[in-house]
């Protein structure tokens, strides 16, 4: 049987969204995210990192200054009791002056890339899944690939709920920050289907 999973941005979402870090020095985590994640995995839902990181693109870090991070951002979570199962990035900026990454491509959210890619890898059912964000693509995303959007109001939250009533786009659920998002999936995830 395929798993389900909790697809979760990170700025904003799991720390607050403060330029383009590229040491896990520079990152702030909110300090509800690791006992959010800890949820998640006593739920028995996955819990994947997908992130726009145009940085890469921008000259600002190169992939392994990322990768690096993500690492150690995975670590700070283990030492919380807390899993992260997958990190999934989409480094392309189309206006690069670095070729490789001067690209329109399909995994930058709300493009489906990401989620997808990670589905083939660790057998995840999208339809059954959430999505959890703080910006407009991030909802798009949870949209596009069928799972259910929630808006966390962290981050650039406050904006990005003008911007999609404004489209008429309304997520599944609007939380005030990871807690209370991580509670109301694991709410839905007990009622009977």
């Not at 959210?109 to 999505?131: C, F, T, V």
């Amino acid at each position: 049987m395929k798993k389900r999973a909790v697809f979760l941005d990170r700025d904003g979402t799991l720390n607050v969204d403060d330029g383009y870090p590229a040491t896990f020095n520079q990152l702030v985590i909110y300090p509800a995210s690791c006992e959010a994640v800890r949820k998640f995995n006593d739920a028995g839902l996955l819990t994947v990192v997908v992130t726009n990181q145009s940085g890469i693109g921008r000259g600002l870090l190169t992939e392994k200054n990322l990768t690096v991070l993500h690492e150690q951002m995975s670590n700070f979570f283990a030492d919380q009791g807390a899993r992260i199962d997958a990190f999934y990035y989409c480094p392309h900026y189309e206006r690069s002056e670095i070729p490789q990454y001067q690209l329109n491509c399909t995994c930058r959210k709300p493009n489906p890339g990401m989620a997808l890619r990670a589905a083939a890898d660790l057998d995840i059912d999208l339809e059954r899944s959430y999505m959890v964000g703080d910006k407009v693509e991030d909802i798009l995303f949870g949209v596009s690939i069928k799972a259910t959007p929630v808006l966390v109001l962290t981050g650039f939250g406050e904006e990005a709920l003008r911007r999609l009533r404004v489209h008429g786009v309304e997520p599944a659920f609007v939380a005030d920050g990871i807690l209370a998002a991580a509670d109301w999936i694991l709410g839905r995830e007990r009622k009977p289907k």
